[in-house]
């Protein structure tokens, strides 16, 4: 069975279901030292350009987000994975 390609508008709902929750309850794993916790837990370095989210262990950057008018940019790669709880039923929208 082959399988077809899609676009990245494929993963919208998905993303949408995700994103509606509070991630800093979200539980991350640093890629550099493997220590694991919630998003709460690592240090913040906020400045005009964005927010930096640094491992409260090793002090690695595992999360950079930069906002402006109308967009945002999300930079996971300092983590491993990021486990979020999703709830079984999603507030109304």
Do not use: Y
């Amino acid at each position: 069975m082959t399988q077809s390609r899609l676009d990245g508008s494929a993963l919208a709902g998905n993303l949408s279901d995700i994103f509606r929750v509070d991630i800093t309850g979200a539980f991350g794993q640093c890629t550099h030292c493997k220590n694991g916790g919630p998003v709460a837990e690592t240090w913040v370095f906020a400045s005009a350009a964005g927010m930096v989210a640094r491992c409260p262990v090793c002090a690695e950057v595992v999360l950079r987000l930069v906002r402006d008018a109308g967009r945002a940019w999300l930079d996971l790669s300092g983590l491993d994975c990021l486990q979020i709880a999703i709830p079984d039923d999603p507030p109304p929208a």
